[in-house]
């Protein structure tokens, strides 16, 4: 008798156990992978986005996107290019080493290395220099407004950690350098990696040492790429997930539809854009002289595109169409430039027989296939447009793994890009890093010889302007620029759309970041 | 030769292999006519507007007689894009079947013919291409062909990747069917007379033994054309074969799987059909085909 009421009560608390243990796992799925889990090897957002949960930064958005402390708690600016920060005490890395100054150095030293990807997003930082065991000073290049908000990006590591497994020097996903950090995290966030398999699967249990109070509930949180609209679909309404983010756009009204689901929605800071080739010659047709290089070329292919469709068919009416580089939240924004050039199919054939170009040209037209919402879908629908007015594009589409080196390298001639002026949330990023020409630590997602004097001259000037209206106007000068000289063509704004159970409450930023550290998944 | 076509005049086709060969005839028939047939072109990426996508077709209510069959997510007709894929995968699991069997004839014989050391290397190799599953080594090997050479990244290369691909998994079939045939003919007393004669070994494989293999070759290569067809979707289902602006069946689907769940089911729908009735009605004839040349089945037909 007491050996079964033993064996009940036992059978009770697994059954128990397992239910708690099932109902505090989330399980969520993307559209594609991490690029690496080295923060220094990317430069891309969603990879950026899944490092947060596992490595702190300086300082932090909270739930309203302000910048809040986390492992700074405190900083001033003692002189023009120089930048105090008192760090917090008692924090440990998961596996277990106590986080001080010399973490900090050795992180942002290895950050603006130059083998590191990720160093373009740090243009104002010349160095970090260690005070004290919990004082650190950032030595900038010049007087710098936008530190902080840059700061939010900038992944701390362990320096032991590092030099235990000699990855004090960074990955880079552009050039194929990996380092045991590439496939290993060891950060001070709210969540450890448990399990990594690249493509597949990466498993993230909470981190119960946290210097931080949790405000999430989830103890597991199982993270799978699908890429297949209609396989990630089918999973997360068959119960396999929990959260889908982003969801197809074409799904959401079933999705909402069915009961215990939601999908819940936003249009996000991100651009879609078309980069372009500014060298001599185009790709697709060797030894002839580059047309994009013919001002009314660039205006033509713009006139060319039936933005409005787009809108009404692909993105289903949930994106924002728009003709400037940046989201009406970022500083910088002008509304009057956020009208897009119209389609006029007539006026883009004029503007391309006044170039020279009658008959039209060949160009390559690249796209990632799951990257960006819809973005196969888009590059057929721009290629179709542009093959109207007499333009030859050749379409050509491929995962992000090999798309992006492909951009990085500079082998496109136009391409299908987005830019959320992240981290900074300002418009000196897309000035600074898509606009500027490629030098010292401008123009690093400028791969393809775009350059305009002028442009280079304010993403300098407007680095170091501390007077915000002053500021203000600069960024205004070089978005306008970048519209009447059709830098590059902008698209939209893509909408963030998330689906996931009834149970789950996650809020939506318009970054496009899901911080499941404020997940809540409710009984 | 003359006996040969006497004796398939005389045979007595069932029913639905008749009808399995005469639809499979008519769609290639239609495929190879694709340009002249069907009411689009849908690989000229100017012809179709992506303000008629998603029409349903028209026996569900769709309001455009322009489109039988609907259009796809981009505005493309779907009956053009059928029978020009239908084309597509024909071409590739034609061009397919036929460089697995140069290539696994010419192997076999080899290996048949001499036996010996190059015989058992060649089969070795054989062995090993056999035991990697179809699709994985396809991947591979489109995966390594883009990886060496960047220009095979462009369309139009794409059926040149996948026939090589499919192709040098295919052959070893050919090869251990040849490889098996020849070594049966070469000990047969008239191999052996003209050997005596002293006449060149070439000459005795082209003259002698490769007409006498042919039927069981043709036999292989029917069957394998359906699987060759099957692949080449497989991989475009899986994006690494046709790209969108040349879709094949198998890229059709894939595109219209994207839209399965929000009520547009028809763009993956048709060409499905399309695919799984070509497939089936090669694999009917290719089947019955086999049974009719082989010894042990024949005595029973």
């Keep these: 008798m007491i050996r079964r009421g033993l064996l009940i009560g036992a059978l009770a608390a697994l059954m128990l156990a397992g239910t708690q243990a099932k109902s505090e796992t989330l399980r969520w799925s993307s559209v594609g992978d991490v690029a690496t889990l080295d923060p220094a090897a990317h430069n891309e957002t969603f990879t950026n986005n899944l490092h947060l949960h596992v490595y702190d930064s300086l300082v932090r958005r909270d739930r ?67 005070f004290d065991d919990f004082t650190v000073d950032l030595v900038l290049k010049g007087p710098y407004p936008l530190l902080l908000n840059d700061l939010c990006w900038l992944s701390i590591m362990s320096k032991p950690w590092m030099e235990k497994h000699d990855s004090l020097k960074p990955g880079n996903i552009a050039k194929n350098v990996t380092t045991y950090a590439s496939t290993h995290a060891n950060g001070t966030g709210p969540f450890i990696v448990e399990s990594y398999q690249p493509d597949s699967k990466t498993v993230f249990v909470s981190n119960k040492k946290w210097w931080d109070k949790p405000t999430h509930n989830l103890t597991r949180i199982e993270f799978r790429p699908i890429k297949s609209d209609a396989t990630r679909v089918a999973a997360l309404l068959s119960g396999e997930l929990d959260l889908v983010a982003p969801a197809p756009l074409q799904d959401l009204d079933r999705i909402s539809a069915t009961q215990g689901f939601k999908v819940v929605q936003e249009p996000s800071f991100r651009l879609i854009f078309l980069g372009l080739n500014w060298r001599p010659e185009l790709l697709a047709m060797p030894g002839q002289k580059n047309p994009l290089l013919d001002l009314k070329v660039r205006q033509g292919l713009w006139h060319a595109i039936d933005i409005e469709t787009i809108q009404k068919r692909i993105m289903r009416g949930k994106a924002k169409a728009t003709g400037t580089l940046v989201a009406p939240q970022i500083a910088g924004y002008d509304p009057k430039l956020s009208v897009p050039y119209g389609y006029d199919p007539e006026k883009a054939k004029k503007l391309l027989s006044d170039a020279g170009f009658a008959k039209g040209f060949k160009i390559d037209l690249n796209c990632s296939n799951d990257r960006f919402i819809a973005d196969e879908q888009l590059c057929v629908a721009i290629g179709s447009m542009w093959a109207k007015v007499g333009v030859e594009a050749n379409v050509k589409t491929e995962t992000r793994a090999a798309f992006f080196p492909r951009v990085d390298r500079g082998e496109t001639d136009a391409y299908l890009y987005g830019w959320a002026n992240l981290p900074a949330m300002d418009s000196i990023s897309v000035i600074s890093v898509v606009l500027a020409s490629r030098k010292d630590a401008y123009g690093g997602n400028n791969p393809n010889g775009l350059s305009n004097a002028r442009i280079d001259e304010i993403a300098r000037a407007a680095a170091v302007e501390l007077d915000e209206d002053k500021r203000i106007k600069l960024l205004q000068e070089a978005l306008k620029i970048a519209r009447d000289q059709v830098s590059i063509i902008p698209l939209h704004l893509q909408p963030v759309a998330w689906a996931m159970r009834s149970n789950l409450d996650v809020p939506q930023f318009p970054d496009e970041y899901v911080r499941l550290w404020f997940a809540n998944l409710k009984k | 030769m003359k006996a040969l076509a006497s004796r398939y005049l005389s045979l007595k086709i069932p029913v639905f292999v008749l009808a399995a060969g005469v639809f499979a005839g008519a769609l290639t028939l239609v495929a190879v006519l694709a340009p002249f047939i069907a009411p689009y072109n849908p690989t000229n990426i100017s012809s179709f507007n992506l303000a008629d996508s998603e029409i349903a077709p028209l026996f569900l209510g769709g309001d455009d007689p322009r489109f039988v069959l609907g259009t796809d997510n981009q505005g493309r007709d779907l009956l053009s894009a059928i029978i020009y894929g239908a084309r597509i995968s024909l071409i590739i699991g034609a061009g397919a079947v036929l460089f697995a069997t140069l290539l696994g004839m010419t192997l076999g014989l080899i290996a048949g013919y001499f036996g010996g050391w190059i015989d058992a290397v060649i089969m070795r190799v054989a062995d090993v291409i056999l035991s990697f599953p179809t699709i994985l080594l396809a991947l591979l090997i489109s995966g390594i062909a883009r990886a060496l050479f960047p220009a095979a990244a462009e ?91 040349y879709p094949s069946l198998g890229t059709l689907i894939r595109i219209g799987n994207e839209f399965m769940f929000s009520g547009i089911w028809w763009i993956a729908l048709f060409p499905a059909i399309t695919l799984v009735s070509l497939i089936l009605a090669t694999n009917v004839v290719g089947d019955w085909l086999r049974d009719r040349f082989n010894p042990k089945l024949r005595v029973r037909l």
Aim: glycine share 6%; net charge positive.
């Design chain 2, 155 to 245: 369309p139009e290369w794409a059926p040149i990747i996948l026939i090589g691909a499919i192709g040098t998994h295919d052959w070893v079939q050919y090869a251990r069917t040849v490889r098996a045939s020849t070594m049966v003919e070469s000990a047969k007393d008239y191999v052996r007379a003209v050997r005596v004669i002293g006449l060149p070994s070439r000459q005795i494989i082209f003259r002698h033994i490769v007409p006498n293999i042919m039927a069981s070759v043709l036999v292989v290569a029917t069957v394998n054309l359906a699987t060759a067809m099957l692949t080449e979707a497989t991989l475009s289902f899986l994006g690494v074969g046709m790209p969108p602006t």
């Design chain 1, 64 to 130: 309203n996107m302000k910048i809040e402390p986390a492992l700074a708690t405190s900083w001033e600016r003692i002189g023009a290019d120089r930048w105090r920060f008192k760090l917090r005490r008692g924090v440990t890395f998961h596996e277990g080493e106590p986080f001080n100054a010399d973490d900090v150095v050795a992180s942002v030293a290895r950050m603006l290395d130059p083998g590191s990807r990720g160093a373009g997003n740090f243009p104002s930082i010349a160095r970090a220099e260690k």
